[in-house]
């Protein structure tokens, strides 16, 4: 694996072609106005002379009263972009960080394109990496264009002047203009071709913690997320659609809905049916005295066992090569040994804290949605399809997030309330309850994976085989970005393992689930699958070759310096390698992926019932230039969180064609007596910065099972860990 040093140094090249592209016009009522641009495709390039095209991306306004409103490009949904981005724009710009005013961005997905991905949306743990340059050069290039306005009007040299606290400072007279007073001329003035960033040894913001922006709206009730919209005269809708997949609605015995107090209609779909009330209790009660009755379908006797040999069946072929390096299998025929291994994880659904919601109202004017989402332009052409409808008549209002792990990266919910809406006078909000969010999910995978490593005599591994079956996200979200039968999101941290094997194929089967079952992403999910899998078995080699597992990886790590540099940096913070009382045990994994090296040590403790207590967790992250310090640790102590419950419990398993699990009592998460203590820490790092939101869960999940090995000796190969542990 490749690593690359990039310095954040230089100037930013502003013609129509380069990196940044700008306009200053005076908007409307006064004021500066600066639009930028961010790249539709590709990685941040060290510099930001290409010439590749870019399209433009958000809006940073003041006005003559000097308030700064940023357009955020991206969504909040906990991971703390309300607060690292706004500190990109005013490290450059030289304002007060809390001062700043945050808008969400409308729907565009040319203008407010993800650089990274192509499309508007907020996922991949790109939002820092996705605009650290582009955001820091509209800052720094709005500065230079009001210190440029401040210094024509004192007839000065611009180089005798500075920015400091939103304003203008001319350095030998003492005098000074606020920003407010500065736009009018500054937007008159020709963007500067060229513009200087900060040295990062000059940061006043980045690389400082810096408290959340969007604490206090949430402590005192005025954050608003989608389920907090109300409107004049506004209904609420209770839903319940097949609880088979593919099944469909027969009979439904509306009149004994209506008769409940507060129930004003029943709404038929084809699959589902919906309540229309007062209220949301009111709603409830109708819809259990609709006493729906279903069509089974044609997955009426579907189960997980169906599908996991399905699974296995197709293992059994070869796949899509996503990457051939050396002749594994010949390395094979001549190793000493072949060790074989099959890991299985399971269907997840997501259970955000936040249940699904959507809000609608249908004019004849048009359509207007109040929602949380993580991909508004995604969403509003799905609705302009639906509708008819006009891109200008489809007005999305997007909300804080109450969780997303990639549950709201799909439309399907608002399609659903816009379908309800459409026989509905004045605005509805639809609400799934937490049973038919659960039941009703967009999951993460199942996969079957399938390793092989030839080893010599000593155990050294010499050859690695994998091949991945499993369902691909990608191939039903953008099937462009399939390449070469490849699905990325599939293969994705297991192609592009960090350890140096010469010889190494790996290949993907794709296998999708009967039809009904819809699979989509889950915190990281190729990341997830692939990190799991390549460090439970990478653990599994150091064992057979009686070899130390932090030993065997660091020695395969070599042409890899920050991964092996985090790995022994977790081992020293967590005292690897000291002995622990019988039933405990401690377990390593690496993960490398978004840009970011983390590695961590899971300590447990097991009883002879098999009973799992993660104990404690020790974190080491190098994710490049933390922004701020205070979100990386809350993201790998969250992210640490969901791994965890995912690994011991977390599992949708299909009966009958229909999810069995209903609610938090049986898709159990991790309860607050039962949370390790967690350690982060964060290296030093002049490197461009990597995400964090998803390799936290990635890396806890095989250091978890691993743990479980040393203190019982027994391989967890498919999870949930459930009771696999016990030794009675």
Not at 134 to 141: F, H, I, K, W
Not at 412 to 421: E, M, P
Not at 707 to 721: M, N, Q, S
Request: aromatic content about 6%; proline content about 6%; overall charge positive.
């Amino acid at each position: 694996m490749k690593t690359r040093s990039t310095e954040f140094r230089g100037t930013v090249s502003s013609s129509r072609r380069d990196f940044l592209k700008l306009t200053a016009t005076a908007a409307i009522g006064g004021g500066l106005m600066l639009g930028f641009g961010l790249p539709a495709r590709g990685e941040v390039r060290d510099t930001l002379t290409t010439d590749a095209p870019f399209a433009p991306n958000a809006f940073l306004r003041i006005d003559r009263a000097g308030k700064v409103t940023f357009v955020m490009p991206v969504i909040e949904m906990g991971q703390g972009t309300y607060t690292s981005l706004p500190m990109l724009i005013a490290e450059e710009l030289e304002v007060d960080v809390d001062k700043v005013a945050l808008e969400h961005s409308p729907p565009d997905d040319k203008v407010y394109a993800n650089p990274l991905i192509g499309l508007q949306l907020t996922g991949g743990s790109t939002s820092v990496r996705g605009t650290y340059l582009p955001l820091r050069s509209a800052g720094a290039t709005a500065r230079v264009m009001l210190v440029t306005a401040a210094a024509q009007q004192w007839s000065v040299e611009p180089s005798t002047c500075h920015a400091e606290k939103g304003a203008v400072v001319h350095k030998s007279t003492g005098r000074k203009l606020d920003y407010g007073k500065l736009v009018d001329a500054a937007a008159k003035l020709p963007v500067p071709e060229k513009v200087a960033l900060k040295e990062p040894a000059n940061f006043k913001l980045v690389g400082t913690p810096h408290r959340r922006l969007d604490t206090a709206g949430k402590v005192d009730g005025s954050a608003k997320f989608g389920i907090d919209t109300r409107l004049p005269g506004m209904k609420f809708a209770v839903l319940a659609q097949s609880p088979t997949f593919g099944g469909k609605l027969l009979a439904v015995d509306e009149a004994k809905a209506k008769a409940v107090p507060g129930v004003s209609q029943v709404v038929r779909l084809d699959d589902a049916v919906a309540i229309v009330a007062v209220h949301t209790w009111a709603a409830k009660q109708g819809l259990a005295a609709a006493a729906p009755q279903w069509n089974a379908g044609p997955n009426a006797k579907l189960s997980t066992a169906d599908i996991v040999a399905q699974l296995a069946a197709a293992s059994e072929k070869p796949g899509a090569v996503a990457r051939r390096d050396g002749d594994a299998a010949a390395a094979m025929a001549k190793a000493a040994k072949k060790i074989d291994a099959v890991y299985q994880q399971p269907f997840l659904a997501h259970a955000t804290m936040e249940p699904m919601n959507c809000t609608v109202q249908v004019t004849k004017d048009g359509c207007d949605i109040w929602v949380g989402t993580q991909i508004p332009g995604l969403t509003q052409a799905a609705v302009m399809k639906l509708t008819g409808l006009k891109r200008e008549q489809v007005r999305i209002h997007n909300h804080l997030l109450g969780g997303g792990f990639g549950r709201r990266l799909e439309y399907d919910g608002t399609v659903r309330a816009v379908q309800i809406a459409q026989q509905v006078t004045g605005p509805v909000q639809v609400i799934w309850t937490r049973e038919e969010d659960i039941q009703h999910d967009m999951y993460r995978p199942y996969y079957y994976d399938r390793l092989s490593a030839g080893v010599d005599a000593k155990g050294k591994a010499i050859a690695w085989s994998h091949r991945i079956t499993g369902s691909s996200i990608i191939a039903r979200y953008s099937p462009p970005w399939i390449k070469n039968g490849i699905g990325p999101d599939a293969v994705e941290g297991s192609a592009n393992q960090p350890y140096g094997f010469s010889d190494i194929h790996v290949d993907w089967v794709r296998q999708e689930p009967p039809s009904g079952i819809q699979t989509s992403w889950w915190r990281g999910v190729g990341v997830t699958r692939g990190t799991f899998v390549v460090e439970s078995f990478m653990d599994e080699l150091a064992i057979n070759a009686k070899q130390d597992p932090l030993a065997y990886r660091v020695a395969l790590l070599d042409k890899n310096p920050r991964a092996k540099s985090v790995l022994q940096t977790v081992a020293a913070k967590s005292g690897w390698g000291k002995p622990l009382p019988a039933g405990q045990g401690c377990g390593i994994a690496l993960c490398t992926g978004f840009g970011s090296f983390i590695a961590q040590v899971v300590q447990v403790t097991v009883d002879k019932e098999g009973t799992v207590k993660p104990t404690h967790v020790w974190c080491v992250v190098d994710c490049g230039i933390a922004v701020n310090p205070d979100t990386i640790r809350a993201q790998m102590e969250s992210g640490i969180v969901f791994g965890l419950s995912g690994a011991l419990y977390g599992e949708v398993t299909i009966k009958d064609g229909r999810v069995e699990q209903t609610n938090f009592g049986d898709y159990r998460v991790l309860r607050i007596n039962e949370t390790p203590r967690i350690e982060v820490h964060l290296m030093k790092s002049m490197q461009a910065p990597g995400g964090i939101g998803e390799p936290g869960t990635s890396c806890v999940m095989p250091a978890l099972t691993n743990a479980i090995y040393a203190a019982t000796g027994k391989r967890i190969r498919k999870l949930p860990v459930g009771k696999q542990a016990s030794t009675a």
